[in-house]
Nanobody, 119 residues
């Protein structure tokens, strides 16, 4: 699976962005999808995930109530709607795919898109 993330940018605190991740190469609907982020000096952090059917959304505590993950299997795309953004959300965001969300092993990764939230 090849993954291409987009939609990052610079936004003021309190603003919104929607990230997209387009997949190609294999049957997208067979894979669980997730978003992670990495900021300087920190470990890579799980943000959100969905199973192949679009159900069972899971979120990091730090983004619950502000971020929403969704997918459109017809378009081979997963989205991350980010609202009420905070400066601490600043990071490079990566999408990833797994044959099993429960396994915790993410087999495919996109190239990342930068999100910068100014205070």
């Amino acid at each position: 699976v090849q993954l291409q993330a987009s939609g990052g940018g610079l936004v003021q605190a309190g603003g919104s962005l929607r990230l997209s991740c387009a997949a190609s190469g294999r049957i997208f609907s067979n894979y669980g999808m997730g978003w992670f982020r990495h900021s300087p000096g920190k470990e890579r952090e799980f943000v959100a995930s969905l199973v192949w059917s679009g159900g069972w959304p899971s979120y990091a505590d730090s983004v619950k109530g502000r971020f929403t993950i969704s997918r459109d299997n017809a378009k081979n795309t997963v989205y991350l709607q980010m609202n009420s953004l905070k400066p601490e959300d600043t990071a490079v965001y990566y999408c990833a795919a797994t044959s099993s969300v429960l396994s915790g092993r993410w087999e495919y990764w996109g190239q990342g898109t930068q999100v910068t939230v100014s205070s």
